[in-house]
């Protein structure tokens, strides 16, 4: 590690094989905790690399819980999280609009780090059962046409940081891994992240990636369509700089999507849309961020059919029986 740091500390960058072979060194609690927070802290100063991010990818993959879901042919909805704004759980909730529209989700998610209550936490809350076994998560899937991957679960590599990561309460390089992660690597992707830059990397990253995806970044600094100003989309076809109006949406101010001060707070929020009690602003984000995974299925449908598919999931209440089914079928 000491070779490793001194590398960092003197501005150098990793090479692919560097980077994995230091996670996993870590997944094996090689190093103490001082060194592991030297080491995470240095990518709170400066940006990743491609070449680092594409090696951290392949550590995690390489050492994470195989799992048998019949999931290859789903979408996964993750935001990379740390865009410090606390909304309230829009990947989550859109991945159970785009459950109850009929399409496969399997979700990746885990608890708020920088966040009050992240995917984990709102769905423990409710009720939902944590679990790797992959024929309990696949009869969720059948049953409510969306499964629920918790990180630590499957990623025990990330055992010996989640203290120290906990501890430091800001987003790490981490938070960029984790829509890279899933265990399923579905075909779909709707990913959210919190800076251009990181954008950028996702996007040179995917096109060598066997996706469908849409790699989304507000420039107001949300990881997700918050409908606050223009959103910036990148899919392997192209790249669009949009506005509310293209979702059919009124601008919003950000106090309309935030998402409670407490983990209570979140999961009051995340039923009430469920039951058809979200205000015209919540369920307006959640149909634009829907609407998204939805075409990332079927590339060549407008924007426009793609948002009346996500209303019809909410609005009937689909969206909720797949959150119901999930969570019967987990206990």
Request: hydrophobic content about 40%; overall charge negative; glycine content about 8%.
């Amino acid at each position: 590690m000491k070779r490793i740091l001194n590398k960092l500390f003197d501005h150098q960058s990793l090479d692919k094989s560097e980077a994995r072979d230091i996670l996993i060194r870590i997944s094996k609690s090689e190093f103490n905790d001082a060194q592991i927070a030297a080491f995470i802290s240095v990518y709170l100063m400066r940006n990743i690399s491609l070449e680092e991010l594409s090696g951290f990818r392949e550590a995690l993959l390489e050492l994470c819980v195989k799992v048998k879901v019949d999931g290859t042919d789903a979408i996964d909805l993750c935001g990379t999280g740390g865009d410090g704004k606390n909304t309230f759980n829009i990947s989550t909730l859109s991945s159970f609009v785009v459950a109850g529209a009929g399409y496969k989700v399997t979700k990746h998610g885990n608890y708020g780090v920088s966040s009050v209550c992240g995917s984990s936490n709102v769905l423990e809350y409710l009720g939902y059962q944590f679990t790797n076994d992959g024929d309990q998560l696949n009869r969720q899937l059948d049953a409510s046409n969306i499964c629920f991957l918790h990180a630590p679960l499957f990623h025990p590599a990330l055992k010996s940081v989640g203290r120290i990561r906990r501890e430091l309460g800001v987003k790490t390089f981490f938070n960029m891994l984790g829509p890279l992660v899933n265990p399923v690597q579905p075909k779909q992707q709707l990913v959210g992240v919190f800076n251009l830059q990181l954008a950028r990397l996702y996007s040179y990253l995917h096109q060598d990636l066997d996706k469908s995806y849409c790699i989304v970044h507000s420039i107001d600094g949300y990881d997700e369509v918050s409908l606050t100003g223009g959103v910036r989309l990148i899919n392997s076809k192209e790249e669009l700089l949009v506005n509310p109006i293209y979702f059919g949406k009124q601008p919003l101010i950000p106090s309309q999507i935030f998402g409670g001060d407490s983990i209570d707070s979140a999961a009051k929020i995340f039923t009430e849309v469920l039951s058809g009690e979200g205000t015209d602003a919540q369920n307006a984000v959640i149909e634009a961020n829907s609407a998204l995974a939805i075409q990332c299925y079927n590339p060549s449908r407008s924007i426009e059919d793609c948002i009346l598919e996500a209303k019809e999931s909410l609005h009937s209440k689909k969206a909720k029986f797949a959150l119901e089914q999930l969570i019967a079928h987990s206990n």
